[in-house]
């Protein structure tokens, strides 16, 4: 049986729709939009007034605390709250407990969230072995397992020398390097270093050390010529040296996470160990500045970072509590929030979360011509974080208890 509904707002950057018309869905994928939606026996037919059809959205960086000690979550629990969020596909850093340094391990992975049939798992291999940013890892193999791409994380490497061996192996394997820049010897505190830290007597963390990274990141690009994938900048700066690369037709896309582009600093006041993030959350500036790189295409995606956390790694003083959000579930409405007030348009928002992450993955999805999933949206929802119907084992939401608008009321 179809369902048809009629007069929705399909979006689908990657084909350039965004236009009300009616909308066939079957097993969860679009087949047939406007005339082309002939009714026929058994068809449901509803009412698409007001909601949109999109392509389910695709995610550059989800931690789902598996492999590894379970009480934070599960590929299972995490996947459905993927799911639950809109997004069909996750990629999974390398950061896991053991670490995804070799294929058989990636391979788990990717079979895991098979059986638990939420949402499809991409893993990233690690750079280094163990992560130790030491030894190369065999990149060829993870390759094969299905990994789409290699990082260290945040974790450091013992050299750029060592950094500009892993390009060279990554560039002759042809894959892809994910970073999350950020020099350990500057990063060595746990809020943004500015009026908030300062007042709060907490060691900061500036934006050098992103940046410092960022940049000696970007001239070993240049010089070995690997694709990279900067994720989850945080600073105005970080905009202007990933605008910079682009100029120079490097081979570079950069991202965001979702709740950079909302908070700010001011959220960790009275030590709120919610707003315990990395890379922090930083000035009222660097967040119109990151929102205005994603507008202009210069930063190309937008992602959860979904770092779940069991209620007690947010109980220690702020400096000592575990950083991360659960984000999933919380990424649609937020961004919602930027179209309704015109920092985004809504075709931009779908392009960041849908076809531009998949062209950076290389995966045939992010559109409604694809076997990628398509969900619908009610944009105009209230809903409770946190409420029975959250699906994440984590509730470290700096937003728990707010009331969001927009919510997948149907997904496949």
């Not at 999805?365 to 999933?373: F, K, Q």
Request: net charge negative; aromatic share 4%.
């Amino acid at each position: 049986m179809s369902v048809i509904y009629r007069g929705i707002r399909v979006i689908d950057p990657a084909q350039g729709i965004d236009t009300v018309t009616d909308a066939r869905l079957h097993e969860g994928q679009a087949v047939a939009l406007g005339e082309a939606c002939v009714v026929s026996a058994g068809d449901e037919i509803l009412d698409g007034k007001g909601l949109w059809l999109t392509p389910a959205f695709v995610d550059l960086c989800a931690r789902l605390r598996e492999p590894g000690p379970k009480q934070h979550g599960t590929i299972a629990s995490e996947t459905r709250a993927a799911r639950a969020g809109g997004f069909g596909h996750l990629v999974l850093p390398p950061d896991t407990n053991p670490v995804i340094d070799h294929g058989a391990l990636a391979a788990q992975v990717i079979e895991k969230a098979q059986a638990a049939g939420f949402a499809k798992v991409y893993p990233l291999g690690a750079m280094t072995r163990g992560l130790e940013g030491k030894a190369l890892a065999g990149m060829g193999g993870l390759k094969a397992a299905g990994c789409v791409g290699v990082s260290q994380a945040r974790k450091p490497l013992a050299s750029v020398e060592t950094l500009l061996r892993c390009l060279e192996y990554a560039s002759s394997m042809d894959m892809t390097v994910f970073f999350s820049p950020e020099e350990a010897s500057l990063a060595l505190g746990s809020a943004h270093d500015g009026f908030m830290a300062s007042r709060m007597g907490l060691l900061g963390i500036p934006d050098s050390a992103e940046t410092v990274a960022l940049a000696t990141t970007l001239l070993l690009v240049e010089q070995t010529g690997v694709r990279a994938h900067i994720g989850q900048l945080s600073c105005a700066a970080s905009v202007e040296l990933i605008r910079i690369a682009k100029a120079k037709g490097l081979p570079v896309t950069a991202d965001v996470s979702m709740h950079q582009l909302h908070l700010t600093e001011m959220a960790i006041d009275g030590f709120n160990a919610m707003a315990h993030v990395r890379p922090p959350l930083r000035r009222e500036s660097d967040r119109l500045a990151l929102i205005a790189g994603v507008r202009e295409g210069v930063i190309d995606a937008i992602c959860s970072d979904h770092q779940p956390l069991n209620a007690s790694a947010k109980l220690a003083p702020f400096a000592e509590a575990l950083p991360g959000m659960s984000t999933l579930e919380t990424v649609l409405p937020l961004g919602l929030r930027l179209v309704a007030s015109g920092e985004l348009d809504a075709s931009r928002l779908i392009e960041a979360l849908t076809c531009v992450p998949a062209r950076i993955i290389a995966q045939p999805i992010g559109s409604l011509l694809h076997a990628g999933g398509a969900m619908v949206i009610d944009p105009s929802v209230s809903w409770q974080v946190g409420d029975a119907h959250w699906q994440s084992v984590g509730r470290n939401s700096l937003f728990a208890g707010q009331a969001l608008l927009g919510r997948v009321i149907a997904s496949a």
